[in-house]
């Protein structure tokens, strides 16, 4: 995010019972899979009644799966409820284990909170996956105590290269690391064995034969992931984000608003299917020292 944000007013937020009935239109349009995200979805007012409401297509089978990613600050209040609601998996960001490390990169976070909650979702029953950003200079030195914390705790890691998404103070380029070498450095230590392991989402996996647990890879730098990617982003606002890496979106919240009838709302998501790109704009400017999409990861949301 930015230092300085300019948040905004709540009527132009859609309430929970518009985002359940946009979901429900995805649902209706053979979306199997639904991730609540953020931001920090678990900081919205009373977001446990929206995934009451969408447990019902997980109940009607029309629904595989409804996951959250959380940075994990509210997840020794709401780990019960979440799983009671059919939530199976979750996917928790944590990029360090040093608590003052911690505290600098998310400028706000208390370690042991986090911790607690990763505590109480695992007697909920839930499996947790943790997401870390490799960040050159920041966290590097830090890969091989996350995959040793993970595993011992029944986890999976995913390791994901930093996105050029906004215009933040400093340089990008200072903070990008590639995964290929962060893989070849893991080599000096792990032995990986490729594996055809899928969530359905774009990470590659490795199983670290010295632990038995997985290692995800998701590199939009790299080695991008377009020709599998079948997702789309609904901001909290109603913008469709077709893609992460463009600007190209779609307006749901007028047709979701137009009335009762939802067929402009289903209109408008055919409109928007037509429009998912190829491919991604994940490019650092170097001429310019600048991300090619200046939209903030922030304002996309989810």
Known sequence: MSENMNFLPRRDLLSLEELDRVCT???????????????????????????QALSRHLDSGKLEELTLTTNGSQLKRFARELKATGVER???????LQPDRFRAITRWGN???????????????????????????TNEDEIDDL????HARGYDLTLIETMPLGEVDGNRLDQYLPLSIVRARLLDHWTLDDIPYKTG???????????GGRIGFITPM???????????RLTCTGT??????????????????????????????????????KGHDFVIDRRAGRPAVARHMSVTGG
């Open 201 to 211: 989402g774009p990470a590659r996996y490795v199983r670290v034969r010295e632990t």
């Open 222 to 232: 790299t080695h991008n992931f377009c020709e599998s990617c079948n997702r789309v």
């Open 25 to 51: 239109a995805f649902v209706e349009r053979g979306v199997r899979k639904l991730r609540i995200t953020g931001g920090e979805p678990l900081v919205r007012k009373n977001i446990m009644s929206l995934f």
């Open 147 to 150: 995959i040793r914390f993970a």
């Open 90 to 96: 979750i996917n928790v960001s944590i990029d360090t």
């Open 240 to 277: 469709l984000f077709m893609c992460l890496g463009q600007e190209d979106a779609v307006d749901l919240r007028e047709p979701l608003r137009a009335g009762s009838n939802d067929a402009a709302l289903h209109a408008a998501i055919d409109e928007a299917m037509l429009l998912k790109p």
């Open 111 to 137: 370690l042991d909170t986090v911790l607690q909650g990763l505590d109480a979702a695992s007697e909920a029953g839930l499996k947790v996956k943790l997401n870390a950003v490799a960040l050159k200079g």
